[in-house]
């Protein structure tokens, strides 16, 4: 039987000039593909298969794959990703996985490709961020997420990303953010949170600002950049992040109304990691 490459043609006009083959770069960009080609060259050291219809990534598919520096797996049906998937790609730095149909990812799935700089997994059907989910990334600097339907974020889930810059948490459905999440993070981090303009979305996208004080201390120390007024927290229960006024306060929780809440002091003579260990502290109270 014919493999749908073999059968295949490109689909959009727009794309066919990226439908070749050379010694670095190995693109199948919009060509209806519904498996990964088996005949990928080994020197590639890069490869496109984005806008195709592929639904899985099996163990080892890319294992020859040993110079290839980025993969763009962009805009297909991916549901399925295998704890070898990335099994030989030793030399990835970028990795695409955006527009798909991913909802978990085995604690092992990164171990092959510890260099790896740049993950996308933006628009995918992510729902809870697991405490081991990026095992092994220590060299990540971004990290995109937006665009999911994330509400859980695990404790200990960015616990080993010591190079993150970036990271992507918006049009998620986050009411909070855990501050123990961002302890091992190097400073100063850039957290993109919101984008939200639409107030209809507000209602599922929007965050409790008020409960996020110890992250405006933070910006105060400037030890986290929000992107910018694009990337703010939008807010459900006041009129936007600008506006927050925390002082010295490090963090607030609620009695059961959104309009009421008890701020808890945050001496600001803590160092970084003292602060944090505080708040986390206070936040643990407010749980219970």
Known sequence: MQSQ???G????????RNEYTTGRWFYRTAWNLTEVPHHIPAEAQEVHLDLNAITAIPDGVFSHLTQCKHLNMGYNKIASIDKKSFSGMESLQ???????KISSLDQETWLPVKFLTYLDLNTNLF???MSEMFNGLSFLSELR????KISVIEEGAFDHLYSLKVIWLHTNRLRTLNPDLFVNLPRRLEIRMGQTSDRNQLALHGYICRSLCWLKHEEQH??????GSTYWPRCVDISSWGSLQCGDKGICYFGGSLRKSTCVDLPHRFSHAKRISHTQQIWNQTQK
């Open 145 to 148: 997420l937006c665009c999911n």
């Open 5 to 7: 490459e073999a059968e």
């Open 9 to 16: 043609q490109c689909t959009n006009q727009q794309w066919c």
């Open 222 to 227: 400037q030890s986290w950049f929000g992107g």
């Open 127 to 129: 729902t809870t961020i």
């Open 94 to 100: 970028k990795l695409s996985l955006y527009n798909n």
